[in-house]
Nanobody, 123 residues
Framework: QVQLVESGGGSVQAGGSLRLSCAASGGAISMYFMAWFRQTPGKEREFVAGVGLSGGTYYAKAVEGRFTTSRDNAKNMVYLQMNSLKPEDTAVYYC?????????????????WGQGTQVTVSL
């Protein structure tokens, strides 16, 4: 079973940047759509960005133009470059592997969630 481990979170000021990494082990991710979700206390987990098998990318409107996701199948890694961060981007960010053919923005379509990495953006 594929295991995912996120890293790269931290605390930054508004306008700053962070790069999140997701390392996969126990299986190749090359045959799967991979995505990033985020969650804040009391709220549902929400889709942030996704990358398809051929590298096509998808973004939530709230992050479009500021975030970029990519994958390196040779290294079994997925990345999320976050620029122009805002306080509302504060959340725990999760990497996940899609296992079904349903909507890419629905967290029910994903398995192999990582443990998450905290991102905190202050004014």
């Amino acid at each position: 079973q594929v295991q995912l481990v996120e890293s790269g979170g931290g605390s930054v000021q508004a306008g700053g940047s962070l790069r999140l990494s997701c390392a996969a082990s126990g299986g190749a991710i090359s045959m799967y759509f991979m995505a990033w979700f985020r969650q804040t206390p009391g709220k549902e987990r929400e889709f942030v960005a996704g990358v398809g098998l051929s590298g096509g990318t998808y973004y939530a409107k709230a992050v479009e133009g500021r975030f970029t996701t990519s994958r390196d199948n040779a290294k079994n890694m997925v990345y999320l470059q976050m620029n122009s961060l805002k306080p509302e981007d504060t959340a725990v960010y999760y990497c996940a592997r899609k296992y079904s053919i349903g909507a890419y923005y629905a967290d029910s379509q994903y398995a192999s969630w990582g443990q998450g990495t905290q991102v905190t953006v202050s004014l």
